[in-house]
């Protein structure tokens, strides 16, 4: 299978913000404080964990493609309150389901429908991520 560069360096920038999300969300995990911090803690732990399944199953993709998968994350950003912390994390969503996508968009073009399956299953995951996040927001 013969892909383009453009598709192999998209699949770099999702792994680069999936690594940076995983640790991240794990790092809220620890951080969190106060009753609502109690309240969300958990679903970050969770949210952490399938962040870096993803990780994991774009790199997979990515090597059998022929490229070979960035180990350093975009910048990451903890934040001091929960607020800030969980308004950070539904951007971070937004940019997360703008970029895949692109991805489906982009290896559906070149007749890379497993790439475009992979991504429309974690786009899903990532979409539910972002309804979270909007949902807490609203009593933060
Ligand atoms: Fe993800
Ligand atoms: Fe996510």
Redesign the pocket.
Known sequence: MQVSKELLDLLNRAIAR?LQ?SIQYMWQHVLWRGVKGFAVKDELKKIAI??MK?AEAVAERLAYLGGTPTTKPDPIFVGQTLKEMIKKDKKDEET?IALYKKIIETSRKEGDTTTARLFKK?LE??ED?HDIFTSLLEEI
């Open positions: 999936e999300v399938t962040e993803h997360a974690i995951e990532e991520h």
